[in-house]
């Protein structure tokens, strides 16, 4: 293995697994720090946590398990990959895990870059964006776990890390691997070695990419990934063979617990032409509405693939959470929607569709799914899986990603028809 990677939920790690699938990497997803040696024909493994929003102290320690079981599969350098939003809290969960990464690993020097162009993430000025608007005014400010209420990733970031947050500019970035590397070191030098990059394009994540060529320690978005394939490449380390991919033309479902915007547009525009159960919070928390029931009716459904789903706008969320307790509201949904995919599973399910970080770690962790394959992209950041252990085919899909029509066009890409992501 060379390349070791830590995701903080399940769809930012099949992203970033994507990302490197594309670039030529033998992948492999694994669902938790594995209890064994992983494959010896991985070249890239990426070890998905479900801990973004548990206690920083929690996510912490998990991390590091993750880490040194990475160290023993021989990895040369190490990715903490966290969403391309930058989802956290003035508490943490992302300045305490670098601190504790590069303390472990003897890293000097690490950046910070969640930008992804292709989703409309960038970084200019030390601001995340999101398309043309600032982070802060894109609806993550009303986000019901990590409300991201600041745009300046340095200001966001200084109250979460004990170390200083140093910057290179895009001026800079512009002129490529070598300035931006003697930029790193200068911040470092400074007493800022945790640096937030700018990048706007493509184009610039491959020269951050190249300029990290020889950190231990990296971390951001996927897109940080991008010019990583190449160092390895360029040490001819890399097998020249991709791995092959079939679909699967079973009993599908789809399962949705996002509440972003994307998420809610594309449940209306499936839900047009299909059949959709909504699951309102405060039936489950009631018990009115059961994983029972919902597959139950599923199984029920000849006129299409049936969409379960719980895509409420913001304020219907605050106001149950303000009900319930956000944390129990949450985890009571994360257990309805485990339990549902493991009973439409059961009944012979081989493909799901899951929307929403939360929903997707908690399915996976449902159905006890150890390792994923790497299938094709279905859209930017969001690769097919399948199961290395049973005839399961998924997708995983954070909330804001994929098109109106992206739930029909997974369950094509998962039935095996070709689809330019």
């Known amino acids: 293995m ?7 939920d399940f769809t ?35 070890v998905a946590l479900k801990s973004r929003t548990i206690p920083p102290a929690e996510a912490v320690a998990l991390s590091l398990k993750a880490l040194d079981w990475l160290v023993g599969q021989g990895c040369r350098q190490f990715l903490f990959k966290y969403c391309s939003t930058f989802d ?15 303390q472990r690993l003897g890293a000097d020097r690490t950046i910070v870059c969640p930008a992804f162009p292709a989703t409309g993430r960038s970084i200019y000025q030390g601001h995340l964006f999101v398309g043309d608007r600032l982070l802060s005014e894109s609806g993550m400010e009303h986000h019901p776990l990590t409300p991201m209420t600041d745009a300046d990733l340095r200001r966001w970031l200084a109250p979460q890390t004990k170390q200083g947050v140093g910057h290179v500019a895009a001026t800079t970035v512009f002129q490529g691997g070598p300035a931006i590397l003697d930029a790193i070191d200068g911040e470092a030098k400074a007493g800022r070695p945790v640096v937030v990059v700018d990048a706007i394009r493509d184009e610039d994540l ?16 996927s897109g940080i990934a991008l010019g990583l394939p190449d160092n390895f490449r360029a040490e001819n380390l890399l097998a020249s063979e991709p791995s092959a991919w079939t679909g699967s033309d079973g009993p599908a479902a789809i399962l949705s617990g996002s509440c972003s915007t994307m ?42 693939v049936p969409l379960i789903y719980s895509s409420a706008d913001p304020e219907s969320v605050k106001a149950a959470q303000q009900r319930f307790g956000r944390d129990q509201l949450a985890a009571r949904l994360e257990e309805f929607f485990a339990e ?27 159905l006890g799914l150890s390792a994923l394959s790497i ?44 689809h330019d992501g």
């Open 2 to 8: 060379l390349l070791g990677c830590i995701g903080d």
């Open 340 to 366: 549902t995919a493991r009973r439409l599973c059961a009944a012979g399910v081989t493909r799901l569709v899951v929307a929403g970080g939360e929903t997707s770690g908690a399915v996976v962790e449902g």
């Open 206 to 221: 491959l020269a951050i990419g190249h300029a990290a060529r020889d950190l231990r320690l990296l971390t951001g978005g």
């Open 375 to 418: 299938g094709p992209e279905i859209a930017p950041g969001v690769p097919a899986v399948k199961a290395s252990d049973r005839p399961l085919w998924l997708t995983l899909k954070s909330g804001n990603f994929g098109d109106a029509d992206f739930f029909q066009t997974a369950l094509g890409v998962l039935k095996g028809e070709h």
């Open 12 to 46: 930012g790690s099949s992203d970033l697994a994507n990302t490197l699938a594309k670039g030529g990497m033998r992948v492999t997803q694994y669902s938790g720090v594995p209890g064994g040696p992983g494959e010896p024909d991985v070249e890239a493994g990426i």
């Open 88 to 102: 956290s809290t003035p508490a943490g969960n992302i300045g305490p895990v670098i601190d504790a990464l590069m």
């Open 263 to 304: 998420t809610r547009t594309q449940v209306a525009r499936y839900a047009e032409t299909a059949p959709a159960l909504e699951i309102v919070p405060d039936k489950v928390m009631v018990g009115e509405q059961s994983p029972d029931g919902a597959v139950g009716w599923a199984l029920e459904q000849t006129d299409g």
